[in-house]
């Protein structure tokens, strides 16, 4: 099993260009999350899922986007992208049985807004 | 608002002593908090997970304790080695069904040889 995986590693953007950061899991969890990191704060949940066809926001949401067409996939789309979007984003995954789960992350993808 | 608090500073130990690093939380009553591991570059790796109803809990070296009373977590690393050195991320369960983490902003644990 790879795990979570996300693509791109590393990106640049210039201030007002979109993209999509990719994640993919091959554990067939049904849950799924978005996080940004910042130096020196913890995680921040930006959206969840919860099951193909079902997202929902977290704390942090503007300004971004998501869609969960297969149990598999979670791309999270940035349109507009401003400088305080530079952050380290991660996908992760979990299986909760009982409620309970522990999630699984991806490496992470360092973007920056100039 | 919950509100979660990790030492800020970071903490040195010397090889083969206990690290303790702590969790406070307010403003909440989690079913379950976990505790992560992160190396720098990479994302957080599970380590542990202890429920409300659970005073502690151990995985070969490492110890939690959880206390609703204090809102308070403990976690701990016996014999701590070089590669015990990374952020520690304490994280609470919230939100029910969904599985909702919200993290503390972590401790950097460094073991000098």
């Known amino acids: 099993n790879a795990g979570v995986t996300q693509t791109p590693k590393f990106r640049i953007l210039k201030i007002g260009q979109s993209m999509t950061l990719q994640c993919t899991q091959d554990?067939?969890?049904?849950?799924m999350y978005w996080y940004r990191q910042d130096p020196g704060m913890g995680l921040k949940l930006i959206y969840y899922s919860v099951g193909a066809g079902i997202t929902d926001k977290g704390e942090v949401p503007n300004g971004y986007n998501v869609s969960r067409s297969t149990t598999e996939d979670f791309p999270l789309r940035l349109e507009l992208a401003a400088p305080s979007q530079t952050s380290v984003y991660f996908c992760a995954s979990s299986y909760p049985r009982d409620r309970v789960g522990e999630q699984y992350f991806g490496p992470g993808t360092r973007l920056t807004v100039t | 608002s919950q509100k979660i608090e990790q030492n800020s500073e970071a903490l040195n130990i010397q090889e083969g002593k206990t690290a303790t690093l702590t969790c406070n939380y307010t403003?909440?009553?989690?079913?379950?908090l976990q505790w992560y591991r992160q190396d720098p570059g990479r994302g957080p790796v599970f380590l542990l997970l202890?429920?409300?109803?659970?005073k502690e809990k151990r995985k070969e070296r490492l110890k939690v304790t959880f206390d609703t009373t204090l809102k308070q977590s403990l976690f701990h690393i016996t014999a701590s080695q070089p590669a015990d050195s990374a952020t520690y991320l304490c994280?609470?369960?919230?939100?029910?069904?969904?599985?909702?983490?919200?993290f503390g902003t972590g401790t950097l644990l460094a073991v000098q040889p």
């Open positions: 403003n909440y009553s989690p079913a379950y």
């Open positions: 202890i429920r409300e109803n659970e």
């Open positions: 554990m067939n969890h049904n849950y």
């Open positions: 994280a609470l369960a919230y939100g029910g069904a969904t599985n909702k983490l919200i």
